[in-house]
Nanobody
Framework: VQLQASGGGLVQGGGSLTLSCAAS????????ISWFRQGPAKEREFVGD????????YYADSVKGRFTISRDNAKNTVYLQMSNLKPEDTAVYYC???????????????WGKGTLVTVSS
């Protein structure tokens, strides 16, 4: 499966933004999708994930209550809705596919190119 994240941009603190992760190739519903981010001079970190059917999600504590992950399997797309954004959310956001989801970088089978989100103070 090939993944492409999009929707990044510049947003003011407290604002909202929705990222998309579009998949191509067959078997999209085989894959759980995880979101990661990498801020300036920081290591890549887990943001959250969603299982293949979309009925289970899990979030990092740093984004819980502000970010929501959903998927539309008919459109082969996963969404990351971000609200109440903070300057520390500034990062390149990546989506990744795996059979079981999770927060491990090494556990991901496919990665998309990232999209940059910049939150101004």
């Amino acid at each position: 499966v090939q993944l492409q994240a999009s929707g990044g941009g510049l947003v003011q603190g407290g604002g909202s933004l929705t990222l998309s992760c579009a998949a191509s190739g067959r078997g999209f519903t085989t894959w759980a999708i995880s979101w990661f981010r990498q801020g300036p001079a920081k290591e890549r970190e887990f943001v959250g994930d969603i299982n293949w059917s979309g009925d289970r999600t899990y979030y990092a504590d740093s984004v819980k209550g502000r970010f929501t992950i959903s998927r539309d399997n008919a459109k082969n797309t996963v969404y990351l809705q971000m609200s109440n954004l903070k300057p520390e959310d500034t990062a390149v956001y990546y989506c990744a596919a795996s059979l079981s989801g999770g927060s491990s970088l090494e556990g991901m089978d496919y990665w998309g190119k990232g999209t940059l989100v910049t939150v101004s103070s």
